[in-house]
């Protein structure tokens, strides 16, 4: 138990996940993600705060990687064209964790606590990505619109990638969500 | 204090918003809004079940009326401008509140609970809407994605309704939200 281990944090998280989704996030202990992880309770408080930020410790990185990417896309590039290409940059990050991404969404869907939380996060990263736009010189309401629908397409992208037993990647189905979103709103 | 009084249920909202916006909502207590109003604590809790009652108590008849502008919709109108119709319609019930709406989403943004509460009620709205589109006819995502986009198009159009000091309508600014993100999608 005490010696080194690589991705000691990785093995945390998964085997968080894997307890959360047995047997609900209220009834996981830390004691007992340490212990299915075979590390000490001790190193799980190195890596996180508490066994909710197991959940939402990534939220800060994924914001600040939009926003950078949202940033330096060319002004030629229509807003919400924008939006979307920064979503599908980010996406690259997640690909590689569909089954992790799968228990997560599943674990705060079970729990009021946790999806208030997330719906902040969400909110929170609508506002950060209206102010990038605003810096690019988007008015309002146009910045704050491009932000939240950029916000829909990446949720509901999301809720099919872990839910759809196709093979697509999360990028796809952001791209497709923007076409469709686009059909949508020309009232098609 | 015990005599009959007309609109006891108005004169505590009026009463436990003004306090909010005072004080701040954690600050408040039942008492001091049974006080304010001119009647007792049990005259409040005959019309609300606690302070944060007063905030959200409104929210099912709003979604109920939603729904039900929504179904009754004709098939040929376009999806998003059904949605967009539905939320101009339930808006004449608030055109007379604005004074109250306006304290009401400053409480709320100075207090996470109330936010998070707030938020998930407006993802509950959301999905009532999604779920009545699919009943229309509509496919997933596009249900989702239409349903999203008409939950943002009200929210931006209510933030700018409480805070703008010109006399438009909220089912103006809603009107105009809507053209807003049609512009914004088709890449203007």
Redesign the interface.
């Known amino acids: 138990m005490s010696r080194w281990e690589p991705d000691a944090r990785g093995r945390l998280e998964r085997a968080a996940l894997e307890l959360y989704s047995e047997r609900g996030f209220e009834q996981t202990t830390v004691a007992e993600i340490a212990a299915r992880a075979g590390l000490t309770e001790r190193t799980f408080f190195r890596h996180f705060a508490d066994k909710r930020e197991v959940l939402f410790g990534g939220a800060g990185q994924l914001q600040d990687l939009l926003v950078s990417t949202l940033a330096s896309t060319p002004d030629s590039v229509?807003?919400?064209?924008a939006v979307a290409a920064a979503f599908e940059a980010a996406s690259v990050l997640l690909e590689e964790r569909r089954a992790y991404s799968g228990m997560r969404q599943a674990t705060i869907a079970a729990n009021?606590d946790l999806?208030?939380?997330e719906?902040?996060k969400l909110?929170t990263l609508s506002a950060a990505l209206a102010g990038t736009l605003r810096e690019r010189g988007v008015a309002e309401?146009?910045a704050?619109?491009?932000a939240?629908?950029g916000v829909?397409?990446f949720?509901?992208?999301f809720?099919?990638w872990v839910s759809e037993t196709n093979q697509r990647t999360l990028g796809q189905l952001i791209r497709?969500?923007l076409d469709?979103?686009?059909?949508?709103?020309?009232?098609?």
Chains 1, 2 share one sequence.
Do not use: F, H, N, Q
């Open positions: 229509a807003p919400i064209d009021l999806l208030e939380r719906l902040v909110a309401p146009a704050s619109l491009t939240e629908a829909s397409i949720k509901i992208a809720g099919r497709e969500s469709e979103l686009k059909a949508v709103t020309a009232g098609r």
